[in-house]
């Protein structure tokens, strides 16, 4: 069988990263500019025939439709990250119930069809709310990372479990789809994407790429569309570290993937829910 790759996409603009949340407030982001549709669009002819799962902010399909409406149209899948980006454990469980209960159904009612796959803002998931999304129809989460020194991202056991392929089963009706990490020894490399794509070099994080495949089967990368855009306006009111997560080699992310694509054109492209349905038993 041939390994697959799913390639996933957190639809979200530049000001709604979590980084700059003490600078810019939830209350201002209707004031700022709107990037995230010129930036996904290059990704959907980036992607060409190759498809990938898109969690969009209920924040940004709400002003977008028709991005969210040809992501589907090309083939892509439609998954949900939320609406505006409150991380999952620092909101009440009745509010994350409402939070994922009505931003599956925003999605699904510009699309027309079903909605099954969720990822929590930063990673921020626990035990708990994985049972909680799963309470609320998603049939699978994307948001487990193993990579433990980001200390945002949350904690879940999901030591026990049986795995088809690379997702986990929790339930008959509920799996988790992890983030890949590349883990040599008992030291965890985060290989899967976002930042630590735009600062690892290339040669290093595609020879860890084939590793995971050799050893998984399968690998999940994410990434955000702002990551492809060093056009877009500069905060510079936060931390250094910050800065430089969010800023280093933007202008180099669209050349990596397409190196990427390239590399492994032998993989097969597909969508978490398809990778799911082909591995589910
Ligand atoms: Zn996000």
Redesign the pocket.
Known sequence: MKPSILITI?V?DWF???NFKSRIPFSSWPSRELRVEKNTLRLLDLLDSRRATF?I?GWIAERLPGLVREIHDRGHEVAS?GYN?NLCNQQSNADLKADLTDSKKRLEDIIGFPVTGY?A??FSINDDILRIIEDCAYSYDSSYNSFAMHGRYGHADLSGNQRNGIAVRLSDNFHEIPVSNLMIGKRVFPLGGGGYFRLIPFPFFRWGVRKILEQEGGYVFYM?PWETDPEQPRVNSVSPSYKFRHYTNLGKTEDKLSAIFKAFRNAAFVTCREYLNSVRQ
Do not use: A, N
């Open positions: 957190d979200e709604q990263v979590e969690f902010l990250h980006h990822r803002p930063s955000h």
